[in-house]
């Protein structure tokens, strides 16, 4: 179905790529208007934090291009988002139009996860404004509750 796939944490190389996919993801998925200039700066502070530690950015790589991307984190008070300490949270999941609904995304989210437990986490989370059916099919469930910083719900695995 697919040729070679790579996941791999981001690096300066791929700023520009990471910002192209970012400017999509705001402007095509949430519509969202987003200057070039803002999503530039925002992307570059997400790559500094990706490189402290701080939140955690993976690529996803087709055939060598870059077609998707993860952010996550486990919860601290040192990040912009802490509302579960010591809990794993993915942040944000992208991949592109054309190759959604093939298992890419899920790829993503089982690498963060991976990475996620292999750090001593017990328990994920996310928030989502989205149906949840992806997420459902992750396994993760509506948690009931919604989130104090965004308003949106919680999903919880």
Known sequence: MFGNIEIRPFCNNDLYAFTEMFISYFRDDFNFKITDEKAEKLCSRIGQESKSGITLLDMLLLDGKMVGFISYQIDTPNSDWCEREGWGFIREIYVDKNLRGKGLGQKLVVHAEKNLYA?????????????????????????????????DPIYEK
């Open 119 to 151: 750090n001593g986490v017990e328990h994920v989370y996310l928030t989502s404004d989205e149906s949840g059916q992806f997420w459902n099919k992750c396994g993760y469930k509506d948690a009931g509750k919604i989130s104090e910083i965004n308003n």
